[in-house]
């Protein structure tokens, strides 16, 4: 059965299209509870505070219908998507739909579980089913609701107590609008236990010329002294539309590293939210957009210091040419039991045309008088002194203004940790940035 999201469609019209569509997918009480708040949210409107910058009337005016498993978009050619030396586990996901014919699991099931959530769900596996909607909470976000409510199959990962995972475990979301105009769901819940690290990398991609609607949600368990590296690549094409909603629970001394890099694509919605619950918490967070033509980037981020002794640190860069907008708005809260928190934020941007926007909004909340935090914002253009120099010296004006800004991109890509993820990275903002600005 399709079900419409359009302007015609109401919201309980849409809900008891769902309930049909998803009769056959495991985890029906969450669901259940999903629906039943989201008919209550509703799709969130221009005026909504969280959404205002965001557009969702956009994607009502498109008439997206539910994706259903689709055997022929499982037949693609997926290697054209991979990252080149970067060894590991291969997750394929199609369309939300984890598949097992592309995904290449190297690593034996006795040392580290990847497999598909729902199967893990109908299999009531103890750890899918105590962090499965845990740490994503359905009744505060309509995006979130409606994933819970539709997703088909998604992707676990469990790392068991001090098992340390040497190599990345690669999840290459491709999405399909060959057919029309889509909607489609993914969900992740990754569980890192004591001692343990891993590193996840997801790289987003697409094929054909229809209008596609995607939501991602990930929960992550990063258990006491664990480490969790995860790396967003979002290079999806011009007319995809996506909510990617992050939710990673911290426990005392884990280590948490979050990189997210927003290429391209028409309406990127980005919702990162840390909740550090332990002392002795250290997390950083970085985020770099290249935007142009009229593609909107949007992210948000909270990070909330529940207990007292931890460090967070956050660094977004933003770079806007033709008619494109970016946005940012990261919010700190410090609770009064969180004493000795340090906590910074930062968030830097050039407009390189004059249609080109930011919205930038970074914001503390402290309820904590033992704190070192800080935040702030600064948007710009390109330094023309700077520019002109560099012409003088012989380069042409183009290749110098790509290297001044591959300069103000560098202080987030040099953080990356890998190293062929890391040259595969520098390349693509590289080529990006002498192309499109």
């Known amino acids: 059965m399709n079900v419409a999201v359009n302007e015609k469609n109401t919201t309980p019209e849409v809900v008891s299209q769902i309930q049909k569509s998803i009769a056959q997918y495991p985890a029906q009480a969450y669901r259940k509870e999903a629906l039943e708040a989201f008919e209550k949210l509703g ?15 956009r994607l009502l005016q498109k008439n997206f219908v539910l994706d259903q498993p689709n055997a022929a978009a499982q037949k693609l ?6 990252i080149p030396g970067v060894e590991g586990n ?4 199609i369309n939300g739909v984890f598949s097992e014919e592309h995904s290449v699991i190297v690593s034996p099931s006795s040392e580290i579980t990847i497999t598909n959530l729902g199967t893990a ?3 009531q596996h103890p750890v899918a089913m105590a962090h499965l909607a845990k740490y994503a909470d359905s009744s505060a976000d309509a995006f979130t609701a409606w994933n819970t409510a539709t997703w088909q199959s998604g992707v676990f990962i469990h790392v068991p107590k001090g098992k340390v995972v040497e190599k990345p475990i690669v999840i290459y979301h491709i999405h399909d609008a060959r057919g029309g105009q889509v909607i489609t769901a993914g969900r992740n819940l990754i569980v890192t236990e004591l001692n343990s690290e891993v590193t996840i990398v997801e790289k987003f991609d697409s094929v054909g010329d229809g209008n596609h609607f995607s939501t991602l949600v990930t929960e992550a368990e990063v258990a006491e002294n664990a480490g969790f590296n995860h790396y967003t690549i979002q290079n999806d094409a011009g007319n995809r539309y996506q909510v990617v909603t992050t939710n990673i629970h911290q426990e005392r001394s884990s280590r948490v590293n979050t990189y997210t890099f927003t290429l391209s694509g028409k309406l990127v919605r980005n919702n990162l939210q840390l909740s550090i619950d332990g ?3 250290e997390s950083h967070m970085f985020g770099l957009y290249l935007v142009t033509g009229d593609t909107l980037a949007d992210n948000h981020t909270v990070v909330d210091h529940r207990k007292a002794n931890s460090f967070s640190n956050e660094l977004y860069k933003g770079i806007m040419d033709g008619n494109s907008r970016g946005v940012f708005n990261g919010k700190i809260y410090v609770r009064p039991q969180a004493q000795k928190t340090n906590a910074f934020q930062a968030n830097r941007n050039i407009l390189m045309s004059d249609k080109a926007t930011v919205n930038t909004k970074p914001q503390l909340e402290i309820w904590a008088d033992d704190v070192k935090c800080s935040h702030g914002c600064t948007t710009g253009q390109l330094d023309e002194e700077a520019l002109f120099y560099l012409q003088t010296r012989g380069i042409a004006q183009e290749t110098a203004r790509a290297m001044m800004l591959y300069a103000f991109a560098a202080e987030i890509l040099e953080n990356v940790k890998h190293p062929e993820l890391k040259a595969y990275l520098d390349e693509l903002v590289s080529e990006r940035l002498h192309k499109n600005f």
């Open 43 to 57: 799709l969130p409107e221009n005026k909504s505070e969280e959404y205002k910058n965001t557009p969702i009337t």
């Open 77 to 82: 050619d997926v290697k054209d998507f991979f």
């Open 90 to 93: 291969v997750i394929v996901v």
């Open 121 to 123: 769900i109908a299999g």
């Open 279 to 281: 002392e002795g918490i």
